[in-house]
């Protein structure tokens, strides 16, 4: 059921996040019954939201808390998430910040041979999971590619020996393997791809208790789009575990990093329509939003299904609906269909849940948008 978006805009202000717990906990619930089981771990990847409620509800379901910086990690422990329920895969980080989680109990991922030296030097004798790029990636936009020959991402495959060797040498005992491909993959191929190399990368590494394969499960931002299918992609691990059983020494504990199939579809974002205007043979519908505060449609010509609320039975029209920003890129949609909007009249962009408010700026001096989680109808603090 969708929430009461208008009454809460009207009671809120716009723009206004909304997101709902309940629509989270279930597609929580979904993963851990197709992906998760014995031996399998999941995280959530907070880049994706980092609100407290979002993060507390996904606690709540089992999951722990992938954090790509220092900062969403302390948000997490903030939070009550366990020490140990916590892995930081941060890029270029400062070495302290990750020997000091280290210390703290944290799993840490190094994605660099300098991070291995530096990290070693600071915390010796810790586990760690070792990033790697297994040359293979995939995503909805080249943007979001996090693996493959070009990617800044991971030690790549064929400097792995070079990469235990230093970490032996730095006093640091490799835990596990990690790989994360992309984001708004719509098939397990590839991600199927990225797990043989993991293993058979495994079997000649008796330390490696733990393969991390990462996240980046696809969800429908269109009518017609298909989800990413789990429980495919769960047959797909079997049947590779199965095919390299006794080849490992050891059958590895396998985490998982899902964040956009969690939390997107349950996150709105609701706007005003603050200007009408007709110019070049277009209709131009201004919000008072930017892409400031939902980069997606800019950075990645991301599409995101946009709703009339105040009249959604209206005549449809094709509209430019472009932000408050002073940059021509500032565009939501272009030729979209919509119930005709009017000044006054609000808009609801569906699927936001993922990657809106935790990418949002104060550019222009826009203030950041409002948050609100709803539980059982209920606002959540």
Same mark, same amino acid.
């Given at each position: ?19 709902? /717990? ?27 939201? =980092? ?6 509800? +996904? ?61 070693? =030097? ?5 586990e760690v999971l070792l990033r790697i790029n297994p040359g293979v990636g995939d995503g909805s936009h080249p943007h979001v590619v996090t693996g493959g020959p070009h990617s800044k991402f991971g030690i790549p495959l ?14 640091? +005992?490799?835990?596990? &393997? ?26 000649? $590494?008796?330390? +490696?208790?733990?393969?991390? /394969? ?22 797909? /691990? ?15 504990? /396998? ?5 956009r199939f969690v939390v997107g579809p349950a996150g709105y974002l609701v706007a005003e329509v603050m200007c009408r205007k007709e110019s070049g043979g277009l209709t131009f519908i201004g919000l008072d939003t930017g $892409?400031?505060?939902? &980069? ?20 449809? #029209? ?23 909007? #009017? ?15 935790? $990418? ?13 989680? &709803? ?7």
């Amino acid at each position: 059921m969708t929430p009461p978006l208008a009454d809460l805009a009207r009671r809120h202000g716009t723009p206004l996040y909304v997101y709902d /717990l309940d629509a989270i906990g279930a597609r929580a619930q979904q993963v851990t019954d197709q992906l998760g089981g014995t031996a399998r771990r999941l995280f959530y990847a907070c880049k994706a939201n =980092a609100h407290r409620a979002v993060l507390a509800r +996904v606690a709540a379901a089992g999951f722990g808390v992938e954090a790509a910086s220092p900062g969403e990690a302390a948000l997490a422990l903030d939070c009550d998430v366990p020490a140990d329920q916590v892995l930081l895969s941060a890029t270029n980080a400062r070495p302290r910040d990750l020997a000091a989680a280290l210390e703290r109990g944290l799993s840490v991922t190094l994605g660099a041979i300098s991070d291995i030296r530096r990290v070693g =030097a600071l915390a010796p004798g810790r586990e760690v999971l070792l990033r790697i790029n297994p040359g293979v990636g995939d995503g909805s936009h080249p943007h979001v590619v996090t693996g493959g020959p070009h990617s800044k991402f991971g030690i790549p495959l064929e400097e792995l020996a070079a990469a235990v060797d230093a970490a032996a040498a730095a006093g640091l +005992v490799v835990r596990g &393997l990690h790989a994360h491909i992309g984001s708004g993959i719509a098939e397990p191929t590839a991600l199927l791809a990225s797990a043989r190399r993991l293993l058979e990368a495994a079997a000649g $590494m008796p330390g +490696v208790r733990v393969l991390d /394969l990462g996240g980046g499960f696809a969800i429908p931002y269109r009518d017609g789009d298909r989800e990413f299918d789990v429980a495919a992609y769960a047959g797909g /691990l079997e049947t590779l575990l199965a095919e390299f059983e006794a080849r490992l020494p050891v059958r590895p504990e /396998l985490w998982f990093e899902p964040g956009r199939f969690v939390v997107g579809p349950a996150g709105y974002l609701v706007a005003e329509v603050m200007c009408r205007k007709e110019s070049g043979g277009l209709t131009f519908i201004g919000l008072d939003t930017g $892409m400031n505060h939902l &980069l997606r449609p800019a950075l990645y010509g991301a599409y995101h299904r946009i709703v009339n609320l105040s009249a959604p039975q209206a005549l449809l #029209e094709s509209v430019e609906v472009v932000g408050n920003l002073c940059e021509t890129t500032d565009v939501f949609a272009s030729d979209r269909p919509i119930p005709r909007p #009017e000044e006054g009249h609000l808009l609801a962009f569906l699927d936001v849940g993922a990657y809106g408010y935790s $990418m949002a700026s104060r550019y222009n001096l826009w203030p950041l948008p409002k948050e609100v989680a &709803l539980s059982g109808g209920r606002e959540q603090t």
